[in-house]
């Protein structure tokens, strides 16, 4: 493998989540596997009832009254199994809700340092955040807005949108959080791009978004996306520095990222990764330690019609309008060849 994977097991069946997470914790546990590829926990969908989605086009939903039944069940087992969980929430209000849960199940199952954490928390309150530190829990942040921001903005407000998320808070307060990106469901997988947001304050349509207090030095930012992020799959002191004794992996950048002006962090990209010591990836200067290319999966992938991930002066509209149209095809096929679930992609929140 060329990438670690610490992977969430994530229900896809309505009702029938209780059901799947005592078959999974029965058939394995956290842990198992090994530095590339192991069990980490479970979610981001722990139940459906619990599930707000995060199109900002449309207005907040209102999670259905059996959500605190089920997420009990289902988070119950989970401590009592000493399982990692965590749970999908764009909005404080089911922020709230499911702090409500897990304070009740930690007063008879203490969750006593098992790391959990909330996903997106775009809205989440002070209050709210000051409950997750004291249950010991985490945040791992997406750069969401930097797709949304605009339609944030015009149905929220340019003032809600200054703290959202309210990732200077979050730090503040003591409270575990890391970097990620969210991808592919509503952003794309480039960390840069999501480097570019913690720095900047910027949507990538360049809307400004954030006061000075909410956005972070290069430093900082970084920080979030390594170490900040290695407490979320139990690998804090492990991975996340350059230092002897934690895992041999390292990328040499196209530029510095810490000298280049701002606009241009969001075309960085690496020129020679190593991973466990090995070189997975090798490209200009580096291009002869480069290994044999691996097949494009899935095989409609746009990166094998035009040559790996889109960067200025390299794809012609063409060769993008062609690529658009393959997985525009292949989504559209899949969806009349099943009852349409808005969670089928799964989430990669951690990406």
């Known amino acids: 493998m060329t990438v670690r994977l610490a992977y969430n097991l994530f229900t896809q069946r309505p009702k029938q989540e209780l059901a799947d997470f005592k078959q999974w914790t029965h058939m394995t546990k956290p842990g198992d596997g090994d530095d590339f590829y192991r069990v980490n926990g479970a979610g981001e969908m722990l139940v459906y009832s619990a599930a707000d989605f995060e199109d900002i ?169 390594t170490v900040g992020s290695s407490w979320f799959s139990s690998d804090d002191g492990k991975k996340g520095s350059i230092v002897l004794g934690q895992l041999a992996d390292l990328a040499v950048l196209s530029s510095d990222y810490f000298a280049v002006p701002e606009e241009e962090i969001k075309q960085i990209e690496s020129v020679l990764t190593i991973v466990g010591g090995k070189v997975v990836y090798a490209a200009k200067e580096f291009s002869k330690l480069a290994p044999s290319a691996l097949p494009v999966s899935p095989d409609w992938s746009p990166v094998k019609t035009h040559d790996g991930y889109w960067r200025p002066g390299l794809h012609s509209s063409q060769s993008l309008r062609t690529s658009h149209a393959i997985v525009s095809a292949k989504v559209a096929d899949r969806a009349c060849h099943a009852a349409w679930n808005p969670w089928w992609f799964g989430c990669g929140c951690f990406v």
């Open 57 to 225: 086009l449309e207005p907040r939903p209102d999670m259905a009254p059996v959500m605190e039944s089920e997420i009990k069940a289902v988070v119950r087992h989970l401590v009592e199994n000493r399982w990692p969980f965590r749970l999908h929430t764009t909005y404080d209000e089911t922020i709230g809700r499911a702090l409500n849960v897990y304070e009740e199940i930690n007063r008879e199952i203490p969750f006593n340092g098992l790391h959990w954490f909330f996903d997106h928390c775009e809205t989440i309150s002070d209050r709210n955040i000051e409950r997750i530190k004291a249950l010991g829990g985490g945040i791992a942040v997406q750069n969401r807005m930097a797709f949304q921001g605009e339609y944030f903005v015009d149905r929220y407000g340019a003032k809600q949108a200054e703290r959202t998320p309210p990732i200077r808070r979050m730090l503040e307060l003591g409270v575990p959080v890391g970097a990620g990106t969210d991808a592919t469901r509503v952003s794309s997988y480039n960390p840069w791009l999501s480097l570019y947001w913690l720095v900047t304050g910027k949507t990538v349509g360049g809307l400004a978004l954030y006061p000075e207090n909410n956005r972070f030095e290069r430093m900082e930012a970084l920080r979030l996306y």
